[in-house]
C-alpha cells in the first residue's frame, strides 16, 4: 500500500516538502505506525505530540516546532482533542477543507483527524488518503532518492516534568541503529510477537516497539490505546507474546493484578523494562512470576535515541536484576565528576555520558540548551549519576538534581527507593527532598502498600533506621494511593516536593538562595 506516502507527498496544494514537520497528537492507534513509516519514507519529520498535553502545552509544541501540518485523535478519556484544538486555533472555525491559517502558528497549513469523520475545518481520514491518488509513483520514488541517514526525521518532546519541553532532533541514522541493536539485545526474530505496553509518542514505543519490531520482522502487538493491565495480559495470554514491554510501574500493574496468576503467560521469554529506574526486587518478580526468564533492563534518554546501555539476553541473572547492562554497540560511555568534569575511575559515582550513533543532532531551535547538553568534545552529558563494574556494567544512583543534600551528605534517592522495596507492605515508592531551615533538605519518602498489606510510618522509619545511616532514613513518609506521573509512567518528584512544601509550609526555606 502506497496511499499514505503519496498523500504526505508533494505534488499538490497542501503536500508536504522534504524536512517539513508533521505533528501527531494521539494515542496508540493503528494509524500512528502508518504515518511514523509514511513520514519516514517521504523525509518528513515527525513530530511527536504527548497525548496528555492540554491546550497549552499544544499550542507550545506547535509553535516551538513549526509544524506544517497536524494529525490527531478525536478523543480519550475526557480530553476532547478537537475542542482543545480548536481553543487554541481559534481559526478553525473558518477553515475549509482542513487548510488553516493561523497567524499564531504561521507554518501550520492543514490538520487531519485520524477519524472517519471531523468537524468543520478538519480533514478526515478517508479524505486525507484520497489525496494520495493524485501523486505518481515516479514522483515518490524522486522524493525517497533525496534521503540521507543523517537527514533529520523525528522530534521528540521531552516530558517536561521541569521547565518547557525540548525537542531533541534524531536522524534516520539515530533512531534505525538504536532499534537495531536493542532487538539485537533481546535477540528478536521473525518468530517473535512484542506486547507494546508503552505510548507510541514516546522513544520506547515508536523506536525499541514499533521499529525495532519491522526492523527484525518480529509482530507487533497493541493491546490497547493506552495502557490497561488486563488487556496487556489478556494480549499476552491469547497472542502468544514472547517478549513484553513496559516502565517498573506498567511490570508492577501486570504483576498485582488478580487475573495474572490464572493467565497463561508461557510463552514469554524477554522483553524490555525502561523509561524510568527499575527497583530490583520488581525485576527479580518479572523474571520468577511473568516468566520472562530472558528480560532485559535498557537505559538511556530521548536524546540518545533513547538507549545508551542495555542489558543481555544471556547475562547472569544478577547482572539483569542489578544493573543497566553495557552500552550499545557503536556506544561508547564515560562517567565524569559532576564538579571537574573529569573521567572517574570504576565504583564511583559519576555524571554519564556517551557518543555514538544515538545522540541527536540536537534540541530544535535550541542553540543554547543543545550547547549545554552536548560538549565540544561530542559527548552528551545524561543528568544521570552512574557507576561502573569493573567488567563494564553500569548502575544509575541518581540524578544530579534529584541528589539530597542534607547537612552536607550527599544522598542518592535510588539507594533508599531500593532498599525500601525490600519491605513486604511496599509496593511502590519514591524519594525526594524538601527544603529544610536546618539541614538544607530533608529526606521525604511516599509509599503505596501491597494490597492487602499494613505498615505504620513509624514502622517503616524503624525499618530504616536498622539498616540505613541516620542521614538517610527519612524525615518525612506519606501513604499514598498514586504517584503522580507522566503519561510514560514516570514518577513526577517535582510535583512530590511541591506537595509536601505545600502541606509542611515550607515555603520559606524553599525560596532560600544557595551558593
Request: with cysteine; glycine share 8%.
Amino acid at each position: 500500500m502506497r496511499w499514505w506516502h503519496r498523500s504526505l507527498n508533494t505534488g499538490r496544494p497542501g503536500g508536504l516538502e522534504k524536512g517539513e514537520h508533521l505533528g501527531l497528537w494521539a494515542t496508540n492507534w493503528p494509524h500512528w505506525v502508518e504515518l511514523q513509516f509514511a513520514a519516514a519514507r517521504v523525509g518528513v519529520v515527525l513530530v511527536t505530540v504527548n497525548p496528555a498535553y492540554r491546550t497549552h502545552e499544544l499550542a507550545y509544541v506547535l509553535k516551538q516546532s513549526e509544524a506544517a501540518a497536524l494529525f490527531l485523535v478525536d478523543k480519550f478519556r475526557t480530553s476532547d482533542y478537537f475542542e482543545m484544538l480548536k481553543e487554541a486555533i481559534p481559526e478553525l472555525a473558518d477553515t475549509v477543507g482542513g487548510a488553516v491559517k493561523s497567524p499564531a502558528f504561521p507554518k501550520l497549513r492543514q490538520v487531519v483527524a485520524l477519524t472517519e469523520s471531523a468537524p468543520e475545518g478538519i480533514r478526515d481520514w478517508q479524505d486525507f488518503v484520497r489525496l494520495g491518488e493524485s501523486i505518481s509513483a515516479e514522483t515518490l520514488e524522486v522524493r525517497e532518492r533525496e534521503l540521507h541517514a543523517d537527514d533529520a526525521i523525528n522530534v521528540q518532546y521531552t516530558s517536561g516534568t521541569t521547565g518547557f519541553p525540548k525537542g531533541a532532533t534524531l536522524s534516520h541514522r539515530n533512531i534505525v541503529m538504536n532499534a537495531f541493536h536493542v532487538g539485537d539485545c533481546q535477540r528478536l526474530c521473525a518468530r517473535d510477537r512484542v506486547c507494546i505496553n508503552v505510548p507510541f509518542y514516546h522513544c520506547f514505543g515508536c523506536v525499541l516497539g514499533t521499529l525495532a519490531c519491522a526492523v527484525h520482522g518480529s509482530a507487533m502487538i497493541v493491546p490497547h490505546e493506552s495502557f490497561r493491565a488486563e488487556e496487556g495480559l489478556l494480549a499476552i495470554e491469547q497472542e502468544r507474546c514472547t517478549s513484553v514491554y513496559g516502565v517498573p510501574t506498567m511490570f508492577i500493574a501486570l504483576l498485582d493484578h488478580p487475573s495474572r496468576p490464572t493467565r497463561d503467560l508461557t510463552s514469554l521469554r524477554t522483553g524490555i523494562m525502561a523509561g524510568s529506574p527499575c527497583p530490583i526486587e520488581i525485576m527479580r518478580r518479572v523474571v520468577a512470576d511473568l516468566g520472562c526468564r530472558e528480560v532485559t533492563i535498557a537505559y538511556g534518554l530521548t536524546e540518545a535515541s533513547p538507549v545508551i546501555t542495555q542489558t543481555r539476553t544471556d547475562d547472569p541473572i544478577e547482572l539483569r536484576v542489578q544493573t543497566v547492562g553495557r552500552p550499545l554497540p557503536g556506544v561508547t560511555v564515560k562517567l565524569i565528576d559532576p564538579v571537574t568534569k573529569e573521567a572517574i575511575t570504576d565504583d564511583r559515582p559519576g555524571e554519564l555520558c556517551c557518543q555514538g550513533h544515538g545522540v541527536m543532532l540536537g534540541y530544535y531551535n535550541m542553540p543554547e540548551q543543545t550547547a549545554r547538553t552536548i560538549d565540544a568534545g561530542g559527548w552528551l552529558h545524561s543528568g544521570d549519576l552512574a557507576s561502573r563494574t569493573p567488567d563494564g556494567y553500569y548502575r544509575i544512583t541518581g540524578r544530579l538534581k534529584d541528589m539530597v543534600c542534607r547537612g552536607g551528605e550527599n544522598i542518592y534517592p535510588r539507594e533508599i527507593e531500593e532498599f525500601l522495596y525490600t519491605h513486604p507492605a511496599v509496593q511502590d515508592v519514591a524519594v525526594v527532598g524538601v527544603p529544610d531551615a536546618r539541614f538544607i533538605e530533608e529526606v521525604c519518602a511516599w509509599i503505596r502498600l501491597k494490597p492487602g498489606k499494613s505498615a505504620t510510618e513509624e514502622e517503616l522509619r524503624s525499618y530504616c533506621k536498622t539498616n540505613l545511616a541516620h542521614f538517610k532514613v527519612p524525615r518525612y513518609i506519606r501513604m499514598v494511593d498514586e504517584f503522580p506521573q507522566t503519561v510514560t509512567g514516570k514518577i513526577q518528584k517535582f510535583k512530590i516536593r511541591e506537595a509536601m512544601i505545600e502541606e509542611l509550609k515550607l515555603e520559606s526555606a524553599a525560596q532560600r538562595e544557595m551558593a
